[in-house]
């Protein structure tokens, strides 16, 4: 049930008039995918379940009755779900004895529906994931559901491993804290699923910003709230005089931007740099360029009480919500708790991807002794191939590998391209919010080529995303969003000529989203852009779309049919100075991401 708030203006005077807080009941629709929930580390022979849920098309549990499927692991037949009426079937005691990686998918019965799950590595010695939600809200603050929706979704419909509810401080009462503490107590079980007790100091970015403060423990614990702890300062301050600092984990987020000049090196350890509010690793880096030692992990920020699998909710939140990795073999509430409080994390933008980033041995997280050569490692398990890889070292570029462009080359009877739209969410001032989401929506027509088929592959939510075929021409007719982060129209193409090109045609938009205080959101006039076969450069071509300080953009890229889903690899790099970071960055062919958490080279004695 979700408590829904109803107004009544009786006169017409835009005075409205509160009614007492009505229960209403939600359930799903019509079935519309499937997914499949299961470990993505397991040792070989060792028990685990998996979950196979079906949904709608806003991510619901999809009404009865529910077609039986079949479960694929590497293509081959694993699992079958019977026929029924319950949305969420757990497969429970399952094995698989030969080390390796296993890609699963799922059919229904009639095969007209598909869906994937994450990859299971079967390892003696990989470190295990909890995947977990470390921002989410319910009824409590702006959102809407109840306490007990949360937790039920965290726990039976993401399948997560740890959540935190998180609501804001300037609007809950103690009556609500009690509540959340009796949750995070009644719903974790051991081995299963971990809950923190957690609150979002809740303030203006040129005060510090939304910061979420997370406990080890519910019990004997009460909020340094902003009423009475008004800076950042005075919230550092305040922990730390009624708290131990391994107790206590600060996250701070850029919907309200954290401020990076300041941070406490033993409450603050990870900042959050991806939700639904859009892409942010700016924050990150920023907080990196200031000497703060941190590492990166993604939330949902979801206000539907749908943590850790949820869909865009339309307009700003143009992106599904984020995902944080926690690496640790003790999945209990101290081992994951001191693994965040460590760096052993990375983050996600909700995909389940496996990365795993070392330096001359030591992994994400660490600040490791000096050596002048270094020798950086790792392997990416995806959940779609692999679209690029990226190392940063002080926040510059130093390697880029990309495993899906078709650099040259006569084109074949058919082929496959992307158009991807990208736009930049960096503040305009150094000390303001994001700029808000940019609204991609038009018409796109192909000249000198056949559409054979068209698909978005982050064109998530049914009522902001759209995406069909216009009847009258070689054309399309799309609507997306992006905030930092990409989102593509996949083509396949037949009879391609040298000339042919792909003309687009914007409609007129408005930035929508945590509006800055220094620069009001863009309105962004009619446009087109026009993108040549003639001009492919190692396989594509670039239109950027300046908008005063921002340079969107539009991407043709031709592509292979079936890229890696698995990817190993290796850079060498060598440096006489003390101190220097690395991280990595992931893109999939689906638009995902993942972010390492920083390695630290020398500087100070090593953790």
Request: proline residues 5%; contains cysteine.
């Amino acid at each position: 049930f979700l408590p829904v708030p109803m107004y009544v203006d009786f006169d017409g005077s835009d005075h409205c008039y509160a009614l007492p807080i009505q229960p209403i009941a939600v359930s799903g629709s019509d079935i519309a995918g499937v997914h499949v929930f299961s470990p993505s580390v397991v040792r070989p022979g060792e028990n685990f379940d998996i979950s196979v849920r079906a949904q709608d098309r806003f991510y619901n549990r999809a009404k009865g009755p529910i077609p039986g499927f079949k479960v694929y692991a590497n293509g081959k037949v694993w699992q079958t779900v019977a026929t029924s009426d319950q949305a969420i079937t757990v497969i429970e005691n399952l094995k698989l004895d030969k080390a390796g990686i296993y890609h699963i998918t799922v059919v229904s019965e009639d095969g007209s529906i598909n869906g994937v799950g994450n990859p299971i590595l079967v390892s003696h010695t990989a470190t295990k994931i909890a995947w977990g939600d470390t921002h989410g809200h319910a009824g409590f603050a702006e959102g809407i559901g109840t306490p007990d929706q949360f937790m039920e979704w965290a726990k039976e419909d993401a399948r997560l491993e740890f959540v935190t509810h998180s609501e804001h401080d300037i609007w809950m009462d103690d009556f609500e804290w009690n509540e959340l503490v009796a949750n995070v107590k009644g719903y974790s079980e051991p081995g299963r699923f971990v809950a923190y007790l957690r609150y979002e100091w809740t303030t203006q970015t040129r005060y510090g910003g939304h910061h979420n403060v997370l406990f080890r423990n519910p019990d004997n614990n009460f909020r340094i709230p902003n009423q009475f702890y008004p800076t950042l300062s005075s919230l550092y301050q305040g922990l730390r005089e009624n708290f131990s600092v391994n107790d206590v984990l600060v996250i701070p987020h850029a919907h309200q931007a954290g401020d990076y000049r300041q941070s406490d090196p033993e409450l603050q350890t990870l900042v959050e740099i991806m939700s639904k509010h859009g892409t942010f690793e700016w924050l990150g880096r920023m907080y990196l360029n200031h000497g703060h030692e941190v590492g990166f992990i993604a939330a949902s920020d979801d206000h539907l009480s749908q943590p850790g699998y949820t869909a865009p909710s339309g307009n700003y939140h143009s992106q599904r919500g984020g995902l944080a990795a926690v690496l640790t073999n003790d999945q209990s509430r101290d081992g994951i708790f001191d693994a965040m409080k460590t760096l052993q994390a990375y983050a996600t933008s909700g995909d389940k991807i496996i990365l795993d980033v070392s330096i001359n041995d030591q992994g994400m997280g660490h600040r490791i002794p000096f050596a002048e050569k270094r020798k950086l490692e790792g392997k990416v398990i995806g959940t779609a191939p692999i679209s690029s890889i990226t190392v940063v070292k002080n926040d510059e570029e130093i390697w880029h590998e990309d495993y899906l462009t078709i650099e040259s080359g006569n084109f074949a009877e058919e082929e496959e391209f992307f158009i991807t739209f990208s736009s930049e969410s960096f503040p305009m001032h150094p000390h303001d919010n994001p700029r808000g989401t940019r609204g991609w929506s038009g018409r796109l027509e192909v000249e000198g080529a056949g559409i054979l088929s068209f698909e978005g592959t982050d064109f998530l939510h049914p009522e902001v995303s759209h995406l069909e075929r216009d009847p009258q021409n070689n054309a399309l007719l799309f609507a997306t969003g992006t905030r930092g982060d990409t989102s593509s129209i996949k083509l396949k193409l037949e009879n391609i000529q040298r000339e042919a090109q792909v003309k687009l045609d914007f409609n007129p938009a408005r930035e929508q989203g945590s509006p800055p205080r220094f620069r009001p959101a863009a309105r962004i006039g009619r446009s087109s852009v026009t993108l040549s076969f003639d001009d492919l450069q190692q396989g594509q071509t670039v239109k950027a779309i300046p908008l005063d300080v921002y340079r969107d953009r539009v991407t043709l890229r031709r592509v292979i049919k079936a890229g890696q889903k698995v990817v190993e690899f290796e850079l060498s790099d060598e440096s006489q100075i003390q101190g220097d970071y690395y991280y990595v960055r992931v893109t999939q062919a689906n638009d995902a991401m993942a972010w390492s958490s920083p390695i630290w080279v020398g500087g100070v004695t090593p953790r």
